[in-house]
């Protein structure tokens, strides 16, 4: 029976006070003859409280058995990418000991180099004529509004320079970036890169040592990251960091001058309750060892600043490149967590469908052979 066989009207609240649906008309005018080409199996949704359904009994098997398939698929993916989270969220959290460890020396060193006049190149701060945006996206979809938000930010961003009367140039960071930029040649890029499904220091290295030729060789005289920070399994926000010129305590501020190293994390764990997938949050602080006011060191001031401020950077290049994808893979377990929801509502709805449309065939089949008894009789 092709899908233009029958026709049926089915209420998204169906009432059993409603006898209509059970009159002999509401079996028997369903089957006519077809007057137009088959139709695909597609339910829509009207301005009214109705589905409109065009399909035969079997269309609509195939059709259940495709959304269960890709329930299924859905459902894996989002197992997937919880397991992934977790440990993209352990990265972000083992490294903080590090970076604040560092922020400790650069600060007890500006200590003492205050009463010094010292030039330290990625610390000189001087009048910004270009601007280098470096944007980091993904490197998949599946995952939301994740790369569009990002995306946007930095369209803004750009805007905002325009007016400002300032170039800019872009590094992108993540597939997905790079073809949104390929597309648009009036937007500058310095630089392409590729991302993976696991940052690391190697990752981070290129980058910084990509910005910091630009920065120290006085092609761009700022450096901005743009990149999405983990806030929780269900908010990411993206955000603009000022990355070059640093501060001479080592700190990365945001475009406005406020500090954005955080000294809270919270750590997320995904645990099973009643059968169902939930999240238990803690929230972790990072303990790092204080120095002591007395503390010599053995070189120049000097030359130790000149050797861990870059250190800094990249350290902050890949703590980005690590929240970033912490939240897309969040994003995505989100987006997969709606998917799956979708395709239940969708099989719930088909699967009424298809009984009802048996229902009727089945009624209409023993009304025909009722009604040829009568005859013969």
Known sequence: MSCSNLTMW???KPSLSDTSSLSFRSFV???QLPSQSPTPCNPSRSSSSSTTVHCGLRE?????DSVKNTQKITEAMKLVAAAKVRRAQEA???GRPFSESLVEVLYNINEQLQTEDVDVPLTSIRPVKKVALVVVTGDRGLCGGFNNAILKKAEARIAELKQLGLDYTVISVGKKGNLYFIRRPYIPVDRFLDGSSLPTAKEAQAIADDVFSLFVSEEVDKVELLYTKFVSLVKSDP??????PLSPKG???DVNGVCVDAAEDEFFRLTTKEGKLTVERDVIRTQTADFSPILQ????????LDALLPLYLNSQVLRALQESLASELAARMSAMS????NAQELKKTLSIVYNRQRQAKITGEILEIVAGANALV
Request: net charge negative; proline share 6%.
């Open 338 to 341: 709606n998917a799956t929801d």
């Open 239 to 244: 955000v603009i960091h000022t990355l070059l």
């Open 10 to 12: 089915v209420s998204s």
């Open 29 to 31: 005018t369903p089957f």
């Open 251 to 253: 700190e990365i501020c």
């Open 60 to 64: 609509l098997r195939d059709r259940i």
């Open 92 to 94: 972000v959290v083992n």
């Open 297 to 304: 060191f053995e070189q120049d001031p000097v030359q130790i």
